[in-house]
């Protein structure tokens, strides 16, 4: 498995609409690493057999295991070990195949990883993340001083993240086996770590099941190209050089050989099942084996690392298919996007619909949408915690404080010379990465005043005085009405809705009631009583904060 700079490797597919195969290869292919099944070979799929239907689930050969058994609302995610989870709303409930009418447990999720090594990462608002196995119980519970934690890979280890933004490595069972001393890790499947150092900022390579160093990467003269290491091998290129070839290294940091002609291509590069994806300067891709030897040369428009037995999607033109390793075509040009595989057959999408086609090219099953959903990674949501630091905001803005006093509290980083002759500005805060506040506040007066003094001046004529301004100063401008917004940072666990609840039972302490969403506050400034009224309001994807002063 992979990460880069602690953002998620995923995106989340959405099911209320028609599903393109290129973002549902995408996600499946790019997501995954080094030995993992997902994306290229498929036992089960769910389905909309026709757009707006329910969703069913197919199984390799074509055939319908579960038909129109779930709302087309819900989200369907990559089916694991015979488990999948269904997401109604905001919750993931877990499913067998086997027993697809009724959840294999009651309990509910606010966010999940798919199974990989038979165990899912899960979690809940001020719950602290589980690992649990296929028939949903309890593995092990993680501590709170882990924030975050990754999808398992084929080995069972998982990448975690402290309070620190420190990272590590834990097994299935929740034991640590590299300890959490390092900046950022990068990769971990095939049992080897590569990990970014908190001193130089240098990649480490280590063994897992050892815990020793194999080797070092100066990042300085190598790039490592968003890539990782796999079948112990790891694609870099010259630092600063982007028109160099790639370069590919072992386990140990050693090199082995490069790439001729080759350069940059976005995404992850790695080998996967002893072939590499390369492009030149052309913007045309082939294939290269384990040896660095071109075995395909780059002369398509686009290829898919492989699918496995030497299969890649490739597309010519506009159109795509399925070529082997020899370059010879598998499945004709035929179709308009990339697809991907399910056992000895392939999923292509044409059009507005998709066909499960085997390698004569017959069409098995049509269908006219697809679902995976797919999360790398959960969060430990300390929902109390965040909803403390929100209010905290809002109680230190209730105050009605002049510039010159908020400026030293929520807006350390204000710049006074964006307030010449305004009377607003915009308040924006990230609550530990989880939420978005921003907020815009307008004042009574100028945000900022400027201080003169007069001098004479003789300009060997006359003799006369001229202003002559010290800078500017906050003045003692205090707000009139404060408006925003508090949003989710995408993917993060948590339930608007219960944000909102909480929000609403700690906003409630302290304060005058004056309807369901409504209450107020009386502070003194500048020797007068002044009444704030703050009232929070629930959307559909964010909460509506206003907050008028009443004097």
């Known amino acids: 498995m992979h990460i880069i700079k602690n953002h998620t490797t995923m995106r989340k597919i959405k099911t209320n609409m028609l599903l393109t195969a290129s973002v549902i290869v995408a996600t499946l292919l790019f997501s995954s690493c080094g030995k993992e099944k997902s994306g290229y070979n498929l036992d089960y799929l769910a389905v909309q057999l026709s757009k707006g239907d329910s969703w069913s689930i197919i199984d390799k050969e074509g055939n319908v295991v579960v038909k129109e058994e779930y709302p087309a609302e819900s989200e369907i995610s990559e089916i694991r070990d015979g488990v999948y989870w269904v997401k109604t709303g905001d919750k993931y409930q877990l499913y067998d195949i086997e027993n697809p009418k009724k959840p ?16 899912a990462v899960v979690s809940n608002p001020n719950e602290q993340i589980r690992f649990i ?11 709170k001083h882990i924030k975050r934690c990754y999808l398992l890979s084929e080995e069972g280890y998982a990448a975690y993240c402290t309070q620190e933004n420190l990272w590590g490595i834990i097994d299935c ?8 001393i390092f900046s950022n890790i990068i990769s971990w499947n095939d049992g080897i770590v590569l990990a970014e150092k908190r001193t130089d900022n240098n990649l480490v390579i280590l063994d897992i099941a050892s815990n020793k160093t194999l080797g070092e990467i100066n990042t300085e003269k190598y790039d490592r190209m968003f890539s990782y290491i796999s079948e112990e091998k790891l694609v870099v290129k010259n630092a600063g050089n982007e028109e160099g070839s790639y370069i590919v290294l072992d386990k140990t940091g050693k090199k082995l050989f490069d ?5 940059a291509r976005l995404g992850c590069l790695f080998y996967s099942n002893g072939y590499l994806v390369f492009g030149n300067e052309d913007q045309k891709y082939g294939v290269a084996n384990d040896k660095g030897e071109i075995t395909i040369r780059p002369k398509y428009d686009d290829l898919i690392n492989n699918l496995g037995e030497g299969l890649f999607m490739a597309k010519k033109g506009e159109k795509w298919g399925v070529i082997d390793s020899e370059d010879n075509m598998v499945i004709d040009f035929d179709y308009s996007d990339r697809g991907f595989r399910m056992g000895d057959k392939f999923v ?42 929100v209010i905290n905001t809002i109680t230190e803005l209730e105050k009605a404080l002049p510039i010159s006093q908020a ?5 350390k980083d204000l710049n006074i010379e964006n ?8 308040h924006k805060d990230n609550i530990d990465d989880k939420i978005q506040l921003e907020l815009e506040l307008m004042y009574d007066d100028n945000l900022a005043e400027e201080k003169t003094h007069v001098e004479k001046v003789n300009d060997g004529w006359f003799t006369y005085e001229r202003k002559v301004s010290d800078g500017w100063n906050w003045s003692n401008a205090i707000p009139q009405n404060i408006s925003g917004t508090i949003s989710l940072s995408y993917g993060k666990g948590i339930n608007i809705k219960d944000l909102y609840k909480t929000l609403m039972t700690k906003l409630s302490e302290g304060r005058m009631k004056i309807s369901d969403t409504k209450y107020s506050k009386t502070v003194k400034t500048r020797n007068e009583t002044v009444e704030c009224q703050t009232e929070l309001t629930l959307n559909d994807e964010n909460i509506g904060v206003e907050m008028v002063f009443r004097r």
């Open 348 to 389: 292509m999408p044409d059009g507005n619909s998709y066909s499960l086609i085997n390698r004569d090219g017959k069409e098995i099953i049509s269908f006219d949408a697809i679902t995976a959903e797919h999360r790398s990674y959960v969060d430990y949501v300390d929902m109390d915690g965040l909803s403390t630091s």
């Open 104 to 119: 294999v447990i009651d309990e509910e999720f606010s966010d999940v990883t798919i199974f990989s090594a038979g165990v």
């Open 133 to 143: 196995d296929t028939n949903g119980k309890t593995v092990t519970t993680l501590g």
């Open 419 to 426: 307030a010449h002759y305004s009377r607003g500005l915009t």
């Open 173 to 180: 069972k929740g034991k640590d086996v590299i300890k959490a």
């Open 407 to 411: 400026v030293k509290t929520a807006f």
């Open 259 to 263: 790439i001729k002609k080759s350069f």
